[in-house]
């Protein structure tokens, strides 16, 4: 008598180098909508997924480090490439006087002096700086001896909330040292990429012939 087993009662095979069958084309359908992933096949743990080493290696960002100087201060320091100027004072330098507004160059509010120039802070990256000599509204005053446009927004009441401030001074000073203040048509046209939202363009511009003697 036969002792073999009859097909449908033959035990599945259990050698290590068995493949399970491929998902059909409703098993896919199914566990993609569900999971986002196919476990039937052997898909996962396959080399569909990486290794979560590598995949954080994949993802670093490269770094470099830049010396300049900050407010008469040598600063080095090793960051993201993609590090903004602005993110770089605020952040790292704990500098927060430069205000993160529209943070697309359009606002003015991060406005700081790189080599005696006008910048937007937010639009410049860090690692192209080195050996750059960067003012901030921190780097104004002397002690406690206020640079004189700062001085003139105060006597003039150039500022409401407040929060433009910095980066409207620091424009100023540049507007100053530039020769753009012949009259005041030409102050607010050299001054035009700073916004202020309270409103405040008449005292500003009032502040900063003021400051350049005009009156």
């Known amino acids: 008598m036969s002792t ?12 290590v180098d068995e493949s399970s069958p491929a998902p059909s084309r409703r098993t896919f359908i199914a566990t993609t909508a569900v999971g986002g992933a ?30 300049l100087t900050v407010n008469g201060k040598r600063r080095t320091v090793t ?12 952040e790292h330098f704990d500098l927060t006087g430069s205000k993160k507004g529209c943070n697309a ?9 790189v080599d005696g120039r006008r910048v937007n802070s937010c639009l410049t ?3 192209r700086l080195e050996g750059a000599e960067v003012t901030t509204i921190e ?8 640079h004189p446009l700062q001085k003139a927004f105060i006597e003039q009441d150039a ?9 409207q001074i620091m424009s100023g000073v540049g507007c100053i040292e530039e020769g753009h203040t012949g009259s005041s048509e030409e102050i607010r046209e050299w001054m035009s ?3 202020c939202r309270c409103g405040c363009y008449v005292k500003i511009v009032r502040a900063v012939e003021q400051t350049a003697g005009r009156k």
């Open 139 to 146: 780097g104004l005053a002397d002690g406690e001896q206020l």
């Open 38 to 67: 196919v476990v039937a096949g052997g898909v996962i743990g396959g080399t569909i997924l990486v290794d979560s080493q590598e995949a954080n290696a994949a993802g670093t960002s490269p770094s470099s480090r830049v010396s």
């Open 125 to 127: 990256l860090a690692v």
């Open 159 to 167: 500022f409401q909330c407040g929060y433009c401030t910095p980066g």
């Open 79 to 90: 960051v993201d490439n993609r590090t903004s100027l602005l993110d770089l004072l605020r």
């Open 105 to 113: 160059g359009a606002c003015g509010a991060c406005t700081v002096l």
């Open 193 to 195: 990429g700073n916004i």
């Open 4 to 15: 073999e087993l009859p097909e449908s009662a033959a035990p599945p095979p259990t050698g």
